[in-house]
């Protein structure tokens, strides 16, 4: 599969567990908008608590979340992501202006997985109304194959220093073919 999601707000080096589930909870509504479409809606039974005998169920319970990652292991699903990031300043500069750029990744990549632990969330954090299942784009960033990152001027005079505007071109790809990953590689 091929697709895009995007993001405009603030994205800072080293974030802790609310912020990122805050960029969690931004994804999330994206990525649930995917599963509504062709091939996904075709595999809605991958979204099964508890999978059927002979069946595969990507639901991963992490505290009062249940998640459901697109890219998993049992799936035998991996991914590239291709980054584009806007964000205030000249071109170069990756160092200064909001945090460096390898932090700030670190927190965006942290947000597209599931919580490796509860600890990991948020200590109030609890699923709204629509979100069981909570859709993430990756069960662990291990399952990422390639990360390219291309910046550039976010040309706004109202943009903060640590504002951003991302476009994440995704490539999800079987590393083997299933009948349960038929139809969700690239």
Known sequence: MRFSMFYRGDLKANRGSKDKQALRRHFHGQLKELWSHLPLSDNLELLQAAALPGKVSVIRQVGPFQFAPLVSSV?????????????PGPPGSLITHGGDIDNRLKTLLDALKIPSEPNALPSDASPASDETPFFTLLEDDKLLTGVSVRTDRLLDPTAGKSEVLLLIRVVTNASRATFANLGLSG
């Open 75 to 87: 799936l035998d699903m991996t991914a590239e992501l291709d980054i584009v990031m806007l964000r």
